[in-house]
């Protein structure tokens, strides 16, 4: 058999007919069976020895699927009452009903996805599910972390730790009772909310993670329920959470947060009086470099110069590509956004900068500019402009959304250079803070 479904699911009904007319009664069988087959990336446990397997995903995204199917391989045998490599394993939901609705009886859950000669009973009693082979699954309720006191394991399956009430008492009672077996290991499915549990749990070397968005799984998921969750939470914190599978995480002392991001977003920018391309431009440009910053700004200048507002139109950053790949980027995105200059920061570069913006286009209005100061003094007078309400986003800036709120007054605490945020600041002196706007600007529509 193939490994993976990707090809045949997208070939010409002829090959899918010969593929299937090649298959013997027993196959065809089974073919339904075999996760392998049909699974996406994210749902598969990734190799190395890990202890804990986290599958972050938005809603729907086959997260309770994988966490399904990961329980079948580790309790099954080859043939049906041959043991597999677990004997003992914890179920444990925020709750006993959404435990047993959802990861037992759901329509994605463990009894769904098993083949008849290797379906589980469910002992109702108990809260046992029991394999024609002996194994064991425990259905084990987070509100009660008490119950984990005593039993033990060799394996876990964990639904939506980051909702849980008690989260980090019946995770660290669970990783107590994980001590059968030479390797325990939980997989652990949930949308992703900025809890202490998950955070902790994600910095750990012996956790891995696998991710994807909603969109993954749209095979599977209505289109009238995509479309509406897409139009009403696209680009919103809400929706980097539920559907994008972000974990939406603000520094201790940022700069900004999320929240306030969030509540200055607009769908779309009133006419403006100009806009300008920011670039911050990486030392190096191959597969291994920095971002290199490109960040659309443009102003709205009406009444006195203290009541401007600005606008955060795009994000065209790139990376791994050539000095000649960003700067084609930049232009491209002052092209597109009828943008009257270009500004970069010239103190890695020096006049390799312009040289090579001017090689891409050679009458391109361009303005120099030189960092004599940290990051973060010149990133907090415009951290003060947002704070003022003076400074909005065009829905869909994530990425920078996500550098901004890594910014503190400590420093960057993301992992990197805050390519994209260092573009913004700029664009935002030149407009706002810096004073160089045309004293009678013309206005112009988007």
Known sequence: MVSGAGWIASAPADVQAEFLDDLDEGELLALPYLFEFWAMDHQLPPAGDWRSWVIMGGRGAGKTRAGAEWVRSMVEGSMPKDAGRARRVAIVGETLDQTREVMIFGESGILACSPPDRRPDWIAG????????????????????????????DAAWVDELAKWPKAQDTWDMLQFALRLGEHPQVCVTTTPRNVPVLKKLLKLPSTVVTHAPTEANRANLADSFLAEVQARYAGTRLGRQELEGVLIEDAEGALWSHRLLEAQQVEHAPPLDRVVVAVDPPVTGNAGSDECGIIVVGVRMQGPEQEWHAYVLADASVQGVKPVGWAKAAVNAMEEWGADKLVAEVNQGGDLVEAVLRQVAPNVPFQKVHASRGKVARAEPVAALYEQGRVHHVRGLGQLEDQMCQMSVQGYQGKGSPDRVDALVWALHELILDSRAPAQPQLRSL
């Open 126 to 153: 108990r809260r046992v599910l029991q394999w024609p082979n002996g194994a064991e699954a425990h259905v084990i309720s987070a509100h009660d972390p008490e119950a984990l006191r005593g039993p033990q394991f």
